[in-house]
């Protein structure tokens, strides 16, 4: 018997997984830590009309009542994101304690490109992973998702890294690593609210052909997985210097309250949605729905390569 028996993989799923059809995997600790409720249904029913618009079938990913479910329905997103903040945060070294416990979670962006992984999918769309924290010399908080893109084959999309990390030491943690980072249709590594960071990527790309090949030949090459960096839409960027005040803010409190390990990111997330008057999380929305569309047409790119 091997790990699959613990995935629950949807009808519609399972029949594109299938026929070698084109999917994308969707994150679900966006719903259930990284915005509020109603924004966070809204945003995960949106961001699958977006990728099924480009062609490509979702798979929204999380831990339900002790199983690990590929290809939520309409009925179990909305109950995910009415539990916003009341259920567990599963990174990967959750997983077995949620499952034993018949336990929910909203599944990390390690968690999903792993439960991706065995589910037979390549690619996946998320708005910003974790990274290196700022402070990690004391902390040592580096995110679980940067160790899973080393491992598992899935592609990730997402509009780079928000600047409550420490930017530079996580490209630096993904080099040592060997993860790839393509910057798509950018020369910089983006910083989520903003197009730019001001830290070089070594490659970039033009179009969708160049980076399903990228993807096709990383998975031969392995052993983890690629990133793909795809900045905010410039109409929904944010001012870099503003937004980065606000950041500074909401990191000092976080250190002052004693914030800590999984709680960190959250926490942020929170606090910026309030200091900015709503403006972040508007944001958010935009690049996390960019990301699905590009994911799409590179998995609509991918299922032709491999035809
Ligand atoms: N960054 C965001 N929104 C999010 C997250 C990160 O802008 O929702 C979530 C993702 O699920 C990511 C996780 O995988 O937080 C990282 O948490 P940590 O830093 O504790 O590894
Ligand atoms: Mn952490």
Redesign the pocket.
């Known amino acids: 018997m091997t790990i699959a028996r613990l995935l629950d993989i949807g009808a519609e799923t399972a029949a594109a997984i299938e026929a070698r059809r084109p999917v994308v995997a969707l994150?679900?600790?966006?719903?259930t830590?990284?915005?509020p409720f109603p924004q966070n249904f809204e945003t995960a029913l949106k961001l699958e009309e977006i990728v099924r618009a480009h062609g490509a079938t979702p798979a929204t990913i999380a831990a339900v009542d002790g199983r690990l479910v590929v290809g939520l329905d309409k009925a179990g997103l909305e109950r995910l994101a009415r539990l916003s903040g009341g259920v567990v945060?599963a990174?990967r070294r959750d997983l077995a304690a949620v499952l034993a416990r018949k336990g929910t979670g909203?599944?990390?962006?390690?968690?999903?490109m792993y439960i991706a992984a065995l589910a037979g999918i390549d690619i996946f769309a998320?708005?910003?992973?974790?990274?290196v924290?700022r402070g990690a010399e004391q902390t040592f908080?580096?995110?679980?998702?940067l160790v899973e893109l080393s491992r598992s084959k899935v592609a990730v999309v997402c509009?780079g890294?928000?600047s409550?990390?420490d930017i530079p030491k996580t490209l630096e943690y993904l080099e040592s690593h060997g993860v790839p980072v393509i910057g798509y249709r950018c020369d910089e590594f983006p910083a989520?609210y903003a197009r730019s960071s001001g830290v070089k990527l070594d490659h970039r790309c033009e179009g969708l052909h160049d980076l399903a090949r990228m993807i096709s030949l990383q998975r031969e090459i392995g052993p983890g997985g690629l990133l793909i960096a795809n900045p905010i839409p410039e109409a929904h960027a944010l001012d870099a210097g503003q937004i980065e005040a606000r950041i500074e803010e909401a990191v000092h409190e976080a250190k002052a309250q004693g914030i800590s390990?999984?709680?960190?990111?959250?926490f942020l997330?929170r606090r910026l949605v309030e200091l900015t008057g709503g403006r972040s999380l508007e944001a958010?929305m935009a690049l996390?729905e960019a990301n699905a569309a590009l994911a799409a047409q590179v998995a609509v790119e991918l299922a032709r390569l491999k035809a």
Do not use: R, W
């Not at 994150?27 to 719903?31: G, K, L, V, Y």
């Not at 909203?106 to 999903?112: I, N, S, Y």
């Not at 998320?126 to 990274?131: D, H, N, P, V």
């Open positions: 994150e679900s600790t966006i719903i830590h990284g915005m945060k990174s909203g599944t990390t962006v390690a968690a999903t998320t708005g910003g992973i974790g990274g924290h908080d580096i995110s679980a998702d509009a890294a928000k409550i990390l989520f390990q999984k709680d960190v990111t959250p997330l958010n996390v």
